[in-house]
């Protein structure tokens, strides 16, 4: 299993940006997958679940009603839609995948990680 973040970048606050995370490696199955940010000298917080299905999504409540995450399991990708950007979502922004086929907010629930993407916001 490899876990590949891509479509981070620089941008203005107001602004929009969308992540993928592509796994290269076998197919994991019914695994849900999340997405974790860590900002300098900040430990990794959750973002946001999706379940194998996509029947089952949660959100931190900090990027709810900004942010949406969904996932096409035949391109073995996952997205996250990043909208109405703030300075404070400036991180390193992780995909993770999960042995079971529902999410979970806590990162040892997690068994794959990605390399993560860097997202800076300017105000």
């Known amino acids: 299993v490899r876990l590949v973040e891509s479509g981070g970048g620089l941008v203005q606050a107001g602004g929009s940006l969308r992540l993928s995370c592509y796994n290269t490696g076998r197919t994991l199955g019914s695994a849900a997958m999340g997405w974790f940010r860590q900002a300098p000298g900040k430990e990794r917080e959750f973002v946001a679940h999706?379940?194998?299905?996509?029947?089952?999504?949660d959100y931190a409540d900090s990027v709810k009603g900004r942010f949406t995450i969904s996932r096409d399991n035949a391109k073995n990708t996952v997205y996250l839609q990043m909208n109405i950007l703030k300075p404070e979502d400036t991180a390193v922004y992780y995909c993770a995948a999960a042995s079971a086929p529902v999410g979970s907010r806590y990162r040892n629930d997690y068994d794959y990680w990605g390399q993560g993407t860097q997202v800076t916001v300017s105000s």
């Open positions: 999706i379940s194998w299905s996509g029947d089952s999504i």
